[in-house]
């Protein structure tokens, strides 16, 4: 497999022979010597020379010249050919991909890496429950050896959160070292360390990516979930990185009922700042089974999501998590299938491994990065790993025509609901999920809360204007100002 | 697609990858039967654009 970094596309080569070829074009004067180096038989040369134009139709093969002026630092792409043993034992290599994605792959293609809980905010919907830094955190040397075993199993790239990443002293080390190392990264943040300084940094590199988290296209709904001040600092922070010259980073929004109408105002701001709009499901998981109530939206929001998705088609990210929205129509663009255990997970602060970050509970912990074997050994070895990359029954859901297309929907979000996770998702477009819940009685169990929390004690976190933590978080005068006549507008 | 000259990989970070890494990606060809014709393009190469996979954030 070949993964571009600047395109986001990947692509399997199922014939080792195929592979062959690219490893031997650059010592050839052309492909068809290439081919003919490779053992392509004449007969085959036009599907080679096919096979070859996708791959250089999707930049993962390049013009030779490009290649020798190019300077080393500066190409917008990162390829790479996972491991050597990325399709276990016994495989076929013609399958199509998301068949063998979902029966598993001996190396994550990615996976979510929570360096720490501490955060600056308390957004009501944190998948991690985060505010407050664990003190068993992974050191910065231990980092080092987790990106050391994801270099050797040849993962693409991580994707960095938290918490807050960037709140972590030995942040930009990790990601200079993870980058060293041939890891890609991505990383998720609300901007707060983004200053000028950083953005330019950011903006000289081709193999970091970054998603600038806003959950409103104004402050009063963005800073009713994400906190007072939050939305002046993603602003701040996407102005940065524009002027510093860093296309194509990501604006990040969480779709919820109140942001639904805005979201050509977000595509409008992405574009504004060269960035690409992402939109991603709220789950409820972490603090997000709180408001879920609340956030998630309506039936009628869901379907008009779809369709604005489906209008806008590439030019939008999803992360490729509203494919439980398929059965509407035309599927979205992705994969359209849960990775979770298969293709990705999730490493959190202490070195825990989940099946991915929207299920953070005991039920889908398969191991620790500390223990011997570390990561590599959790991944291939888990059996709850293991048992994720069974097939699937499907349960009720099986019978349902739109099965096909939406799987059955997101375990996370079954798991924390309430209901089965052979059962329909609770925002099945079918209404079986609300089915599903009206069913579930008062007396019945409650559904499993997260299984961590470090958000902040003292910080009541409540959809809406909460009180700020310190006085002079809204008033720079705060304890002078009313005792001294000065204007509260007044800043320094 | 005439059968120019083309080559992979033009950035340090992933010349070092695919010269010095051992890169042999799928089953080797003891595993693959070489003598079958390969009948479509659909099974040389398959692509697809993915934005982390659903599972990532």
Not at chain 1, 209 to 231: I, P
Not at chain 2, 19 to 45: C, Q
């Amino acid at each position: 497999m070949l993964y571009h970094f600047g395109t986001r596309n990947l692509s399997f080569l199922k014939s080792p022979t195929l592979l062959r070829v690219l490893e031997t074009l650059a010592g050839q004067p052309t492909a068809r010597a290439a081919c003919a180096a490779a053992g392509v038989a004449e007969s085959e040369l036009a599907s080679y020379g096919r096979a070859l134009a996708t791959l250089a139709g999707s930049q993962m093969i390049v013009p030779d010249a490009q290649r020798r002026t190019a300077p080393t630092v500066s190409v917008p792409a990162f390829r790479r050919i996972a491991g050597a043993d990325t399709v276990p034992a016994g495989r076929r290599p013609n399958g199509k991909l998301t068949d063998m994605f979902e029966t598993g792959l001996t190396s994550p293609i990615c996976l979510t890496w929570e360096l720490t809980y501490a955060c600056n905010l308390a957004c009501v919907h944190c998948l991690s429950s985060s505010g407050r830094r664990d003190p068993r955190e992974l050191t910065t040397a231990e980092c080092q050896a987790v990106i050391d075993t994801l270099q050797r199993m040849q993962v693409f790239y991580v994707n960095i959160g938290g918490g807050e990443p960037t709140v972590r002293p030995d942040f930009w080390e990790l990601v200079d070292y993870a980058t060293a190392h041939q890891v890609g990264v991505k990383f998720s943040t609300n901007g707060i360390k983004l200053d000028g300084a950083a953005a330019r940094k950011l903006a000289a590199s081709d193999y970091i990516d970054v998603q600038v988290s806003l959950d409103g296209a104004t402050a009063e709904v963005n800073d009713a979930v994400r906190g007072l001040g939050s939305y002046e600092t993603a602003i701040r922070a996407m102005a940065n990185l524009a002027q510093a010259g860093f296309r194509g980073f990501k604006v990040s929004v969480v779709v919820t009922r109140h942001n639904v109408s805005q979201l050509d105002a977000f595509k409008q701001l992405a574009d504004d700042n060269g960035a690409q709009l992402r939109l991603t499901r709220l789950r409820p998981s972490g603090r997000g089974a709180d408001v879920w109530p609340e956030l998630h939206p309506t039936a009628g929001q869901q379907r008009e999501l779809y369709d604005w998705l489906a209008a806008h088609g590439e030019q939008v990210l999803t992360g490729d998590s509203f494919f439980h929205l398929s059965p509407y129509g035309k599927p979205l663009p992705g994969l359209n299938m849960c990775g979770a255990g298969r293709v990705v997970c999730l490493i959190d602060p202490v070195g825990d491994v989940y099946a991915c970050p929207f299920a953070i509970h005991e039920n889908f912990l398969a191991g620790n990065v500390r223990r011997p074997g570390g990561f590599e050994t959790v991944w291939r070895e888990s059996p709850l790993f293991a048992d994720l990359r069974e097939p699937q029954t499907g349960g009720a859901c099986r019978s349902c025509g739109s099965f096909d297309s939406c799987r059955g929907g997101c375990m996370a979000a079954k798991f924390f609901t309430g209901l089965p996770l052979d059962g329909p998702d609770p925002e099945c477009v079918q209404g079986h999920g609300e089915a599903a819940l009206a069913v579930i009685q008062p007396g019945d169990a409650r559904p499993p809360r997260p299984g961590v929390d470090h958000s902040h004690r003292r910080v009541p976190v409540t959809i809406g204007r909460r009180p700020p933590q310190r006085a002079c978080d809204e008033n720079p005068l705060a304890g002078l100002a009313a005792h001294e006549g000065l204007p509260r507008t007044t800043s320094f | 697609m005439a059968l120019g000259a083309v080559t992979m990989a033009p950035s340090a970070i992933t010349q070092e990858v695919l010269v010095n890494e051992p890169v042999a990606v799928v089953p080797t060809a003891a595993d693959h039967d070489e003598a079958e014709p390969l009948a479509t393009d659909e099974l040389l190469v398959e692509e697809v654009s993915i934005d982390g996979m659903c599972g990532v954030y």
